[in-house]
């Protein structure tokens, strides 16, 4: 071997060490979210660009994602520095598995998704980082029937009613619009809306006598519920041809409305009743495995996530929402403005009270989600007898949990093993 090859050798050797090296210096954020594409790729020039250290962005399915963490974890040493996923995503670890984040002097404008993020501990064992949500939006011609006194931006499920009775009576027809067709998110409503804000669970409170007068409540808003709302699917085409003037949806099925006519609507939160605001929030958060390389660096990315300038392009490149108080800029399009302002008021209203979305169902979600839109369908379409229902239906769903063995989320109180239906 010539020394010119030798010496060549030696560069592309140390070239191998340097370029190591250089990755492994990389902070490497493991996560579940922002994995399409564009998404990823705007996490990593929009968002993560602006952090004083290099950051590897890699979002995976939740089947990887775990198998890795389990797999350093158990060999008390790995590359993870930060782990962004869904609540359901920690709730299901260890919180031993967590370093505590208490210290960080970083949260959510959210006393209620602070508490989840304790994962039943005392302390922060991940920091909230982004939500997204469903919410309530109307035709500013509605606006004028709101009963007296009523603040839009703290509805009661009463005041609801009333003001669709309202409008009812005002224009000759029923102008509220929920998702009940085929394609709609009815399930959710019920899942993440009325059952937190009438029973304070979703499942151990699921024929409770509290969900009877649920279920009352439900007919009453029927009553002024258009009838066509059972094709119903994206209640932003309702909006814009004036079926509906108020309309309960997830933010990305409204927001066409918004962005075609800005001016004309307006979007707020969902209504509370007598166990709190029930809202349905996608909670995303940042946590920090115990076998992190560099806590420090570690620590700095998940204080710079919750930056309000890093909150705001994140919205920008995932379209989730910040959790922490921002004031949104004007280049946004009117519909991430008017939903961003109503998800916040919703998520740190002092009533909050939030169903989560079901986990640990595996394939029976499917099944989980049936029971609450066939039970809307028998009660308030066909109109059979409340309890009746309710009692007949919990046996499908006490079948669901107990096959699945999916322990409780919230707002229903804690479990070991399948969550009961009492």
């Given at each position: ?167 009812h009576e005002a224009v000759g027809e029923p102008k509220f619009g929920f998702p009940a067709g085929p394609k709609g998110l009815k399930h959710r409503f019920f899942q993440g809306y009325l059952y937190p804000s009438y029973t304070n669970g979703v499942v151990r409170t699921f024929a409770s006598d509290d969900a009877v007068v649920a279920w009352e409540k439900m ?148 099944d989980f989600s049936r029971v609450y839109s066939d039970t809307f369908e028998r009660i308030v379409l066909a109109g059979q007898d409340i309890r009746t229902v309710l009692d007949d239906q919990k046996k499908t769903l006490a079948a669901i949990m107990e096959e699945s063995g999916a322990p409780c989320w919230a707002p229903d109180a804690p479990s070991e093993g ?5």
């Amino acid at each position: 071997m010539t020394l010119k090859m030798k010496l060549a050798g030696a560069a592309s050797g140390l070239a191998i060490v340097v370029a190591a090296t250089a990755a492994q210096a990389d902070v490497l954020f493991w996560s579940t979210q922002a994995k399409p594409v564009e998404e990823s790729q705007a996490m990593r020039d929009q968002v993560l660009s602006g952090h004083s250290e290099a950051v590897d962005y890699q979002p995976n399915d939740a089947g990887p994602w775990i198998t890795r963490l389990q797999a350093e974890l158990e060999a008390g040493t790995g590359t993870i520095a930060v782990l962004g996923g869904l609540h359901g995503d920690f709730s299901a670890m260890n919180p031993d598995d967590l370093v505590d984040l208490d210290d960080l002097g970083v949260m959510a404008a959210s006393g209620t998704f602070n508490d989840l993020a304790k994962l039943g501990t005392d302390a922060m064992q991940y920091i909230p980082w982004m939500q997204a949500s469903y919410i309530m939006a109307a035709n500013k011609e509605a606006l004028q029937y709101l009963p007296d006194g009523a603040d839009i931006n703290a509805l009661s499920y009463d005041q609801l009613i009333e003001w669709t009775a309202n409008v009812h009576e005002a224009v000759g027809e029923p102008k509220f619009g929920f998702p009940a067709g085929p394609k709609g998110l009815k399930h959710r409503f019920f899942q993440g809306y009325l059952y937190p804000s009438y029973t304070n669970g979703v499942v151990r409170t699921f024929a409770s006598d509290d969900a009877v007068v649920a279920w009352e409540k439900m007919k009453e808003l029927w009553a002024h519920t258009n009838p066509a709302s059972t094709n119903f699917a994206f209640l932003q085409e309702q909006l814009l041809n004036g079926d509906a003037w108020i309309a309960f949806d997830h933010t990305s099925r409204l927001a066409a409305a918004f962005n075609e006519r800005p001016d004309d609507f307006v979007a707020f939160p969902a209504p509370a009743g007598p166990t709190g605001r029930g809202f349905m929030p996608v909670l995303a958060g940042v946590a920090i495995p115990k076998t992190a390389p560099d806590m420090e660096a570690a620590k700095a990315l998940v204080q710079y996530m919750l930056d309000p300038a890093t909150q705001i392009a994140t919205l920008k490149a995932t379209n989730f929402f910040p959790v922490v108080d921002v004031e949104l800029p004007s280049d946004l399009p009117p519909s991430v403005q008017a939903a961003g302002n109503a998800v916040a008021i919703m998520s740190a209203s002092p009533d909050a009270n939030p169903g989560l979305l079901p986990a640990g169902l595996g394939d029976k979600g499917g099944d989980f989600s049936r029971v609450y839109s066939d039970t809307f369908e028998r009660i308030v379409l066909a109109g059979q007898d409340i309890r009746t229902v309710l009692d007949d239906q919990k046996k499908t769903l006490a079948a669901i949990m107990e096959e699945s063995g999916a322990p409780c989320w919230a707002p229903d109180a804690p479990s070991e093993g399948a969550c009961p239906v009492e």
